[in-house]
């Protein structure tokens, strides 16, 4: 099978869907060119990637697509020499003829026993004049200067696109039991409902409106239907509902709502494989790199989902991955800190001013047991090299987040992992003077345990545990704005 990158670019993003109940499908199309190969191609789950389902070679520019078998219902482009030229509705019925308009493939273009079309290109034709008219009285708002008119414009542009809503209605409805009304279905937006009051205007209800949202959120495109794997749209709704998801609900009843997902479609492989990929995907993107319980969600996936269903997946190397992060996971006890080797702030003093202690490997003292031995309400853990430039800015972020909090319960281990610059290290502590009551500069060097219990071949890695010593965040750069604001209003609340 053919693989066809573009950008997706159309005005328009659309779901799609695959049921079939003819047994073959029989598409002729005509347009003004000689001897060109076209490409019949579908969007998969991902809008970049369009995958060529059959090639014809048009003769004096008529061809005709046609193979014993049904095509999976969605949204293809009819492609030529790799640029896409018209989209095309596939639904039930897969016997129909295009005539091409190259020069106006929207407006000119007509199909023949195609009613998923006809309406679809009705839309679409519909849809490219509002935008038209939206672009103008964009223009016409940030021209104007007059409030008044401002308004007026505003009014009319929100009167737009309250129309083309109730036209959605409207073509959804009256075409019910054709593809395109699922099709176009997936561009309505949900509308929230009013939660109950009593007698006197009072709610209540406070949980009803994120009750009806969370057991609605797919009502307009339904992820678990196959029909509509070949969308540009699948991969965005179900990424936008684990946006939602992950940040309104605790590590523990997302796994749960991930078995629950992935359970409702386990009986099709080409679903589980898409919806198992698109969450492993959701997680790797760069903007969800310091979600709080990320590295909960990516074990349990790989654990319960891909060890024993996913034959088509590097499944050993996703579990040797996961090893390496099942022991630091959101709401876990932290792992123990075997031999950490506290240096105190006398020996950095005299550090300085003496070369051989600057170089003892073995001053300080051991806390064997960092969680029971210091009583704090929050306590970091900073694992950093001194020659790492993203690691020292860290510790003097860290530094001021201390200096901010010192007196609201927060305490702070920073970890040297860099055995062999002692003397840089000393000097760069002594330099900005990183001394004080709950601060302690440590290393750990008669044993490796730690190394790979945190996870740190990667540095600055930290780590935010409560005074149970569980921890509550882990990440390379957290925002540490925000963990200021959450222990300054635990300690206003106490």
């Not at 629950?260 to 198992?276: A, F, Y």
Request: aromatic fraction near 12%; proline fraction near 4%.
């Amino acid at each position: 099978m053919y693989k066809l990158r573009f950008c997706f670019f159309s005005v328009l993003l659309f779901g799609v869907t695959f049921l079939c109940f003819s047994q073959n499908y029989e598409i002729s199309i005509s347009m003004k060119t000689t001897n060109d190969s076209v490409w019949l191609t579908h969007i998969f789950a991902k809008e970049e990637i369009l995958r060529a389902d059959t090639v014809i070679v048009l003769n004096n520019g008529k061809g005709v697509f046609s193979v014993n078998r049904v095509l999976p219902k969605g949204l293809y482009w009819i492609v030529n020499d790799k640029r896409k030229l018209l989209q095309v509705l596939i639904g039930d019925n897969q016997k129909f003829g295009i005539e091409v308009d190259t020069t106006d493939f929207i407006n000119g273009t007509r199909f023949i026993s195609s009613p998923d079309n006809d309406v679809f290109y009705d839309f679409m034709r519909d849809d490219m004049q509002r935008q038209r008219t939206q672009f103008q009285l964009r223009e016409q708002f940030q021209n104007s200067t007059d409030d008044a008119e401002k308004n007026r414009i505003a009014e009319q542009f929100q009167a737009s696109s309250r129309d083309k809503i109730t036209y959605l209605k409207n073509i959804v409805s009256e075409n019910e039991g054709l593809y395109v009304s699922k099709f176009l279905k997936a561009l309505l937006p949900l509308e929230l409902p009013e939660p109950p009051r009593d007698a006197d205007g009072r709610i209540t209800d406070s949980t009803y409106v994120y009750r009806w949202y969370r057991a609605n959120f797919f009502a307009n495109f339904d992820v678990f239907d196959p029909d509509m794997l070949r969308t540009p749209l699948y991969e965005k709704q179900l990424m936008d509902y684990l946006t939602w998801f992950t940040r309104s609900h605790p590590p523990d009843t997302v796994c749960a709502e991930i078995d629950r997902m992935l359970s409702k479609v386990v009986g099709n492989k080409e679903l589980l494989r898409c919806m198992m990929a698109t969450m492993l995907n959701f997680l790797g993107k760069d903007e969800n790199k310091n979600l709080a319980a990320r590295d909960n969600y990516w074990v349990h996936l790989v654990d319960y989902w891909y060890v024993p269903h996913a034959d088509w997946a590097n499944v050993e190397e996703m579990k040797e991955n996961v090893d390496k992060i099942r022991h630091t996971l959101v709401g876990k006890p932290a792992p123990p800190l075997d031999e950490l080797l506290i240096l105190p702030p006398e020996h950095f003093r005299a550090a300085a001013l003496d070369t051989a202690i600057k170089n003892d490997m073995h001053a300080g003292s051991i806390m064997s047991d960092f969680r029971r031995s210091i009583n704090s309400k929050y306590l970091l853990l900073l694992f950093w090299d001194v020659n790492c430039g993203s690691c020292r800015e860290a510790i003097q972020s860290v530094w001021n987040l201390y200096e901010a909090c010192r007196n609201m319960g927060l305490q702070v281990i920073t970890v040297q992992t860099n055995w062999s610059i002692k003397p840089r290290w000393v000097d760069f502590i002594n330099q900005h003077e990183m001394f004080g009551n709950g601060w302690y500069n440590a290393w750990i060097i008669y044993d490796l345990k730690w190394t790979t219990l945190y996870n740190t071949a990667v540095v600055p890695q930290m780590y935010v545990l409560n005074d149970n010593k569980e921890i509550m965040f882990k990440g390379s750069n957290l925002d540490l704005d925000w963990l200021q604001s959450l222990i300054e209003a635990t300690a206003n609340n106490n």
